[in-house]
């Protein structure tokens, strides 16, 4: 199944999920290991790879939260108390909100460094909304990597409360992401 049903995540969801999940924290990881090498020549290159897939990472998050909008959410299990509920709900739009700001923070660090990281692949012009400005540069570093780590603790409590569903409450809400398949019963 393409779409979501009320009971399942389609195959479209599941995609983007598993796309952007391996892409997020290879994100992290590969930042991380950037800012920890000796300085060498070919940094730039590096940093200017990091942030063209920080700009793909965008593109696709916002189609994830419009293919979202537009399809249905599976239902968590009916036994799900409320604060389960709100619970989850929080999470995910934490989620997506610090993937977003610090992708923000990233591309506004972009345009604030010199030279700034808008060859995007060597193909086309990424626009710039910050203007070069090395103290701003700075900050923004700072910031983006501050909420990466933030992005990271969501991630944690992501993957604890998927081990939660699957081997505490055994209901089948990991395998709706994994394989597609609706909740049974």
Do not use: C
Request: aromatic content about 12%; charged content about 15%.
């Amino acid at each position: 199944m393409i779409r979501n049903t009320n009971a399942g995540w389609g195959n479209v969801a599941r995609w983007l999920h598993w796309i952007l999940a391996l892409a997020i924290i290879g994100m992290i990881a590969f930042g991380w290991w950037m800012n920890h090498i000796p300085a060498r020549p070919d940094r730039f290159f590096y940093r200017s790879i990091h942030a063209d897939i920080g700009y793909v990472i965008l593109l696709l998050t916002v189609l994830r939260l419009v293919w979202r909008t537009v399809n249905p959410t599976p239902a968590l299990p009916a036994d799900s108390r409320p604060w389960q509920k709100l619970a989850a709900r929080i999470s995910h739009g934490a989620l997506y909100l610090v993937v977003i700001v610090v992708i923000m923070l990233g591309w506004a660090h972009s345009g604030a460094h010199i030279p700034d990281y808008s060859d995007f692949f060597g193909l086309v012009h990424v626009p710039q909304f910050t203007s070069p400005d090395r103290a701003a540069a700075g900050a923004y570093e700072d910031r983006h990597i501050f909420f990466a780590y933030v992005l990271l603790a969501l991630i944690a409590v992501h993957l604890i409360a998927a081990l939660w569903h699957q081997f505490i409450r055994r209901d089948r809400v990991v395998a709706r992401m994994v394989t597609g398949e609706a909740e049974a019963g």
